[in-house]
């Protein structure tokens, strides 16, 4: 199995702050990687699919890169309503996984 | 829109059976593969299992953790998926997903999720 490491685990940012998530993969998933937003109480939302690409609706302050085994997504301008925990999950092979997930609080 | 709704969940003994539904509106239900994705209480995401679309003959993959005791099925006539859980253990304790798959670049993901139905395994 796929074993998909995020990190940081938690992180602490003010609004207006810019920040980084990194996933990394346990083998080569070429650019089979979504990345999710989960709210407390809330079901997750895609933001990014195949490492890069937009969900639609999804602003552009939210940007995923990276291919093989080393993914980032940032978001810029960090806004209330992004304060929540970001998954990233790889559909390269099964059984799908995802990592364990970056709490993003306000400081 | 697209609109996912599971429903069947709740309170089972170890060692029971329990079945989920998931209901989509919204887009061509037949044409998509389809996830069942869940979460323990204050724990991360763990995906349960997909089934394919009728090109590829319903056929199914499961996480280990659940092989041999769950099974998905569907009913496009019905636009509709579910979630045959058997020999219920407490770790099967979690809210339950059904997600919606979208097709890129060569392969199938997780794309928009459900509001999710919460199964509680406890005697």
């Known amino acids: 199995d796929i074993q998909m490491t995020q990190s940081p685990s938690s992180l602490s940012a003010s609004v207006g702050d810019r920040v980084t998530i990194t996933c990394r993969a346990s083998?080569?998933?070429?650019?089979?990687l979504v990345w999710f937003q989960q709210k407390p109480g809330k079901a997750p939302k895609s933001l990014i699919y195949?490492?890069?690409s937009l969900q639609s609706g999804v602003p552009s302050k939210f940007r995923g890169s990276g291919s093989g085994t080393d993914f980032t997504l940032s978001i810029s301008s960090l806004q209330p309503e992004d304060f929540a925990t970001y998954y990233c999950?790889?559909?390269?092979?099964?059984?799908?996984?995802f990592g364990g997930g970056t709490k993003v609080e306000i400081k | 829109e697209v609109q996912l709704v599971e429903s069947g969940g709740g309170l089972v003994q170890p060692g029971g059976s329990l079945r989920l539904s998931c209901a989509g509106s919204?887009?061509?239900?037949?044409?998509?593969?389809m996830d069942w994705v869940r979460q323990a209480p204050g724990k991360g995401l763990e995906w349960v299992g997909r089934?394919?679309?009728?090109?590829?003959?319903?056929?199914?993959e499961y996480a280990a953790s659940v092989k041999g005791r769950f099974s998905i099925s569907r009913d496009d006539s019905k636009n509709s998926m579910y979630l045959q859980m058997n020999s219920l253990k407490t770790e099967d304790t979690a809210v339950y997903y059904c997600a919606l798959c979208s097709y890129s670049g060569g392969n199938w993901y997780t794309d928009s999720w459900g509001q999710g139905t919460l199964v509680t395994v406890s005697s």
């Open positions: 089934t394919r679309n009728k090109a590829y003959s319903y056929t199914t």
């Open positions: 999950q790889h559909y390269n092979s099964y059984p799908l996984t």
């Open positions: 083998q080569d998933i070429s650019n089979y």
């Open positions: 195949a490492a890069s």
């Open positions: 919204g887009f061509t239900f037949s044409d998509h593969y």
